[in-house]
Nanobody
Framework: QVQLVESGGGLVQPGGSLRLSCAAS????????IGWFRQAPGKEREGISC????????YYADSVKGRFTISRDNAKNTVYLQMNSQKPEDTAVYYC???????????????????WGQGTRVTVSS
């Protein structure tokens, strides 16, 4: 069965860094693009980044562009999200999800994704 497990969340000070991991199992990992979403309290789930199945194409929301970097290791069935220069507004639960395609078209829309992890909480605060 398909499983996505996020890890790496925690408390970080403004300006600090965290690296999230999304470990996948139960499907052919390198067939699918993977997206990262986040949801802050009282807000809608927001697509923040996506990576194509090969890793050759990456996509970012304006809110994280230049600060976050998505990558994947298909040999380890894992996608990473390196988050630098973090801001209090990055505080949220972060989710990874499998896209219904190798590619990133319409990547920001949750309905493009079939399977979701349970989420990992990130808190940016001094």
């Amino acid at each position: 069965q398909v499983q996505l497990v996020e890890s790496g969340g925690g408390l970080v000070q403004p300006g600090g860094s965290l690296r999230l991991s999304c470990a996948a199992s139960g499907f052919t990992f390198d067939y699918y693009a993977i997206g990262w979403f986040r949801q802050a309290p009282g807000k809608e789930r927001e697509g923040i980044s996506c990576i194509s199945s090969s890793g050759g194409s990456t996509y970012y929301a304006d809110s994280v562009k230049g600060r976050f970097t998505i990558s994947r290791d298909n040999a380890k069935n894992t996608v990473y999200l390196q988050m630098n220069s973090q801001k209090p507004e990055d505080t949220a639960v972060y989710y990874c999800a499998t896209k219904r395609s190798r590619y990133g078209y319409n990547w920001r829309h949750p309905y493009q994704y079939d399977y979701w992890g349970q989420g990992t909480r990130v808190t940016v605060s001094s």
